[in-house]
């Protein structure tokens, strides 16, 4: 996926950005946890990354980060909808206009875990009712509301 860049009237430019990730899930007992990473910058969060060139759909996209980051595989995708997370902010004085697709799936291999040591400084497998204690961001914390929601259909 292509970068746009626009500028807005105060002199900031503003770069559209385009995620893939992942809500890794595995079922423990009666129970249901979420695999969460800490990324460099301190906040919690889903994994999730960029599109490379010889990704051939958004999804593997997805699934090639979750591998990169945290060495866990897709088992299932547990729901047909994705869930997507849009916000701003501001690095190096760009506005970035992000919009993160996630799809929410089983993970295969949930005892695997290997954390990406350059991207991700910790990570997680949480009680899905205990995710929200982890996520500061109001916009993280509405797409868990969201997740959650569909989780309790399950």
């Known amino acids: 996926?292509?970068?746009a860049e626009i500028t807005n009237p105060h002199g900031l430019s503003v770069k559209t950005v385009k995620c893939f990730g992942i809500i890794p899930v595995r079922f423990q007992d009666a129970n249901c946890e979420l695999f969460i990473v800490q990324q460099r910058a301190g906040h919690w969060g889903f994994p999730k990354g960029h599109p490379e060139p010889q990704d051939k759909t958004e999804f593997e996209s997805a699934c090639r980060e979750l591998k990169e980051e945290c060495n866990l595989e897709v088992k299932r995708v547990l729901f047909e909808d994705t869930i997507t997370d849009k916000y701003m902010y501001v690095k190096k004085d760009v506005i970035k206009d992000k919009t993160v697709q996630f799809w929410i799936a089983e993970i295969a291999n949930p005892a695997?875990?290997?954390l990406q040591e350059a991207e991700i400084l910790d990570g997680k497998w949480v009680p899905v009712n205990e995710v929200y204690l982890k996520f500061t961001k109001e916009h993280s914390q509405q797409t868990l509301k969201k997740i959650l929601?569909?989780?309790k259909t399950f």
């Open 112 to 114: 695997a875990v290997k």
């Open 149 to 151: 929601d569909m989780i």
């Open 1 to 3: 996926m292509a970068k």
